[in-house]
Structures are given as structure tokens and as C-alpha cells.
DNA sequence: CAGCATCCTGCACGATACTG
DNA sequence: CAGTATCGTGCAGGATGCTG
């Protein structure tokens, strides 16, 4: 272990600049982004209805605000054609292809995904039952 | 048709399924973890208020809540100090450190962030002022 | 110092109904 | 189909007070 001088944390620090990623990741991954932003990168472009069946959990109001939200943001675009019945495509924006090599990061360490899971095994079983206690699991 | 196979997205899909990021981005990216994991990363081990002071606008309630997740997750290691006054030290582990090139491609990505800033102006002046909206702090 | 217990609040999201 | 409008709710997170 090389002493790595722990120096002290600058005291001057603000929340923005205290952690520069931060700014990325509300908007990259806040709340719903990642499915849509993943979906419609991996898919190329979608009706909203075709969004809504492929993140079958969300609701469709949240789901046209985050991609309202991502429209805004410059990561996707929207499409309207007035035809009947009306139809939406909405694409990822070049901005938003940007992401893809953050997504591969992502996906690759994705094979930690068992380890995690491993810690938590072992996390649950050392606090045991001791202590009024928690009852195991049940997380999300 | 479109010739450029916007296949059809199955639809056996399942939520995890559907996107196999997600549980990388609950995992690192949920609500305050960002902040520590990189503070950690950055400065090395810290104590409990060292991190308050940090990451300046988390309560230390929220803050106990996030590094006993991350120590669940096996990303942060926790070591108390039976002292008087008593000390507790974080610090990242090597599963944890496996992120660091992560945050490195988020904080390349960070460059976009004028981008993203000047499609929310753009976004913004395109939405104007039109349809009903939102009367200008007429209200109370 | 490093927490845990308790109470309280906001708002993110779900459910439902209705338009163009 | 692709949304908006409205209402209701759970729970993440803030505030406060108390321990070892």
C-alpha cells in the first residue's frame, strides 16, 4: 500500500463542485432515463407506444415526462406525424449516441453483478438477527 | 418499411431483462451514492464527518443510510474505531475501486454538459411562452 | 464523534378519465 | 395512438432529540 497522503478534503467544496460527475449523472441516469436511453440506443427509433411496451413497468405519463425531459436535455428527439391515427417516433440524438461507450462501461461491469450479490450475502448473514432486528432482505 | 432493420422489439421482455444496466446504474448511481463512492475514490478513506462535510447538503441520517448500503453492496468497507471520542473510517474497497473507470468516462462525458445546457435554452425558447400556461407568478 | 429513533413533509409516481 | 389533467399515495429524505 503506498501511502497515498490521505490529504485533507478541501473545505471550500460545494456540492456541484465537490463532485463534478454528478451533473452527468442526474441527467444521464435520473430516475427512467437509463431503460428509455438504452432502449432507444440499442433499437434505434420507436413509437411511444413501442417505449411503453418495452419498459413494461413504467406508466405512460411518466414516461412522456422523462421524454420530454430527455428532449430537452438534447438526448432524443421527437418526431410528429399528424396522420390518423397520430403517430410518434422519437430517436436518440447524436448527443445521446455519445453515451453508448458509458453504456459498454456499464455493461461490462456488470459481471461484478455476482459479487455484489455475494456481499450482500454476506453482509445479511454477518448482522445475523442480532439486534432488534431488521428483517432480512426485503430491499426494494 | 424501413430498410434499417428497427427490428421489432421482442416482447418477452422483462424489466430486468430489457435493460441489463439497470441494476449496475441501482447500484452505483441511486440517489447519493455518487457523491461518496467519489469522494472516496478521490480522497481516500475518510471518517464519518469528513464525508458529511464533503458532500456538504446530505444529512447524516441519509449518509449512515447510503454507506451502510455500499458496504452491503461491498463497495465501501467500514472500520470502527472503539476510541473516545470513537472514530469510523470508509474507504473504498477494490470492487469499488473497480469503478474508477467508470466515473473517468463520466467525467470525459462532462464535456457535453454546455451542450446539454444550450439544447434546454434552445428547448426552452422553441416552447416559449405559447399555449396557456403557466401565468407568471400571478398567482399569490 | 457516529450513530439510531421518531415524527413530519414533499413530490415522484400510480391510477383513472378524458381529448385531438 | 399519444398524449394531457386531476386526484391520491408511499416513501425517500429533512428536522430534531437522545445514546455509547
Given at each position: 500500500m503506498s501511502d497515498k497522503t490521505t490529504r485533507p478534503v478541501p473545505i471550500d467544496v460545494d456540492p456541484e463542485l465537490a463532485c463534478p460527475i454528478a451533473p452527468v449523472v442526474d441527467i444521464?441516469?435520473?430516475?427512467?432515463t437509463t431503460p428509455i436511453l438504452w432502449a432507444l440506443n440499442e433499437f434505434g427509433r420507436q413509437r411511444f407506444v413501442e417505449l411503453e411496451r418495452a419498459i413494461t413497468t413504467i406508466t405512460p405519463k411518466v414516461l412522456t415526462q422523462r421524454l420530454r425531459q430527455l428532449e430537452r436535455d438534447g438526448l432524443v428527439s421527437r418526431a410528429y406525424y399528424p396522420e390518423v391515427p397520430p403517430r410518434v417516433e422519437y430517436e436518440i440524438t447524436e448527443l445521446g449516441r455519445s453515451l453508448a461507450p458509458l453504456f459498454a462501461s456499464l455493461a461490462e461491469w456488470s459481471v461484478n453483478l455476482d459479487k455484489v450479490e455475494q456481499a450482500r450475502r454476506d453482509y445479511d448473514e454477518r448482522v445475523?438477527?442480532?439486534?432488534?432486528?431488521?428483517?432480512?432482505s426485503t430491499q426494494r
Open positions: 444521464v441516469f435520473s430516475r427512467w445475523h438477527g442480532s439486534r432488534r432486528g431488521t428483517p432480512p
